[in-house]
């Protein structure tokens, strides 16, 4: 009650062996609950026991159907504009300080907290109109960014043998195709790694 919980398999209407938890010497008890919380009662679908599944000695195991909602639309994912802090090098770094010195960043007023509230304020401000922010929009994919055709077409390939393998069902033929699964497998990683090379 404290935690607005409510016992699932008390809701629904079962037959004496759906209720049954325990069986021990001809003695049948209902011992085992399952606690939701009441504010998600429309997402309970049904709670029964399955009379001839054994979890441990003597007890049943007790289940229950429990619905999720799907979300409806897909939006689009958006992450928090950050500082190129990777620009702070070279002729950037005196021009970064000098901002912060003529910026007056030192406050000697008030406790501690508000002096490194203030501190950091004025280091990010200074930091935004020196050396810039990325974009909200979220990038692409960061580990293939070296992809090329080649290695796209590779792959491809891999995938291509695999769907045949795993669709075959003769025996001997299955050996010659996993072979040529893994030499595609073999070239793809060649591929990569050339890719790779080249891009650094």
Known sequence: ????????NSYFKKREPHLITFSSGGRNTQIDYLLLRQGDRRWWKDCKVIPGETVVTQHRLLVADIGFRNKLTKRERKCAPRIKWGNLKDGM?????????????????????????????????VAKETLGVTTRKKGGHKESWWWNEVVQDKIKDKQESFRVFMSCTNAEERKGLREKYNRAKRE???AVAEA?????
């Open 196 to 200: 790779k090379t080249t891009s650094l």
């Open 93 to 125: 770094i005196p021009l970064f300080k000098d901002r912060l010195i003529s910026s007056n960043l030192f406050r000697l007023d008030g406790d501690s907290n508000q002096m490194w509230e203030a501190m950091e304020t004025k280091i990010t401000h």
């Open 1 to 8: 009650m404290a935690n607005n919980l409510g016992i699932v």
């Open 188 to 190: 793809v990683k060649k």
